[in-house]
């Protein structure tokens, strides 16, 4: 590992699902952790309690569309990350139904999303999958870059950018995961201008986030997925298994997406995405992650300057040492 001096950090939305962990990981390997949200709340759990941990975050209001409003602290960190994103186009309402539990209000937005209640019409607006899963990480990157004009920074500053593996659709639209493929070949377009050895991309790609307490409704699906993937790894080789087949199926009746990247190479070669079929089948062989994993790892990723581009379940699982080498190749294989 190649130590990066990452002392201070920012988080946008550093009082979320992610961000928050993200912060109290942070802060237990020492690192000063500075939040910017829309609000500028501290974290609460789910049941309103403020952990301990909270105090020792220093929590802004500010719009990551207008990075302007955090300009002071973008120029003073070592290392950013951004964690906005939307799942579905509802304004935020199936995030409260999975934190609160609620059952209904998420079936009622999973359906709207599946049977196309928005408007087709209404083009980017605040809130749409391109509003937040793209541009806002787009406009907070373009200034971390601005911020470090005419320093030498000795290490590599690292952007991480909270994106996904494709397990959701047909379920979730394929704006989703297109606007998230859209950010990452954004960002390093950007970082790819930088003066050489002063930033780093990392892109890191979750599968199902779970928690049991703070998101209940999570848990049978990760059980499920869990399942589904440990099943996977134990075909005997030889056996025809059921991702295989949906990858055959998928190329022969669908053409690649219009998001595959032409000429992909370097940190995003594996952009590109296949049909929805592709996608089933990486979702019943990679596993969910427990969201303290995921934080764990972009901690890892932050202090290891050799960590740049996409970042996997796989690779997330060796970086905080829970999955070998070799059964993390026998996985990928199975894909």
């Not at 995921?294 to 970086?319: F, H, K, N, Y």
Request: aromatic fraction near 6%; charged fraction near 20%.
């Amino acid at each position: 590992m190649s130590a990066s001096p990452v002392r201070k950090l920012l988080v946008v939305g550093g009082n979320g699902f992610i961000g928050s962990a993200i912060c109290c990981a942070a802060l237990a390997k020492g690192i000063q952790v500075t939040s910017v949200s829309s609000s500028g709340r501290p974290y609460t759990t789910p049941k309103g309690h403020t952990p301990a941990w909270t105090s020792k975050v220093t929590w802004l209001k500010g719009s990551a569309h207008n990075p302007t409003t955090f300009s002071d602290v973008l120029a003073d960190v070592h290392g950013v990350v951004h964690t906005l994103g939307t799942l579905i186009e509802d304004g935020g309402k199936y995030k409260q139904a999975i934190r609160e539990g609620n059952v209904t209000k998420m079936i009622g937005s999973a359906l709207g999303s599946v049977f196309g209640f928005q408007n087709p019409l209404k083009g980017i607006s605040e809130g749409s999958y391109e509003d937040i899963n793209r541009d806002s990480a787009l406009r907070v990157c373009e200034a971390f870059l601005s911020s470090g004009q005419g320093k030498q920074s000795p290490k590599p500053r690292p952007f991480v950018y909270i994106s996904a593996e494709d397990v959701f659709r047909p379920i979730i639209p394929a704006r989703y995961i297109e606007t998230k493929r859209e950010a990452e070949m954004g960002i390093e377009a950007m970082l790819s201008t930088s003066p050489p050895g002063q930033y780093r991309g990392v892109y890191i790609r979750p599968s199902l986030v779970y928690h049991a307490h703070y998101r209940p409704l999570t848990t049978p699906a990760a059980a499920i997925f869990d399942l589904s993937a440990s099943l996977h790894r134990k075909i005997p080789q030889g056996i025809p298994k059921p991702s295989q087949l949906l990858h055959y199926l998928g190329a022969a009746l669908s053409p690649q997406s219009s998001l595959s990247i032409r000429n992909a190479r370097g940190p995003l070669k594996d952009a590109s995405l296949g049909s929805p079929l592709d996608s089933i089948a990486n979702a019943i062989t990679i596993p969910p992650i427990h969201v303290d994993h995921v934080a764990e790892a972009i901690v890892i990723a932050l202090e290891d300057s050799t960590v740049r581009g996409v970042v996997g379940v796989g690779r997330m699982r060796e970086l905080i040492g829970w999955w070998p080498e070799d059964q993390h190749r026998s996985t990928q294989n199975a894909i």
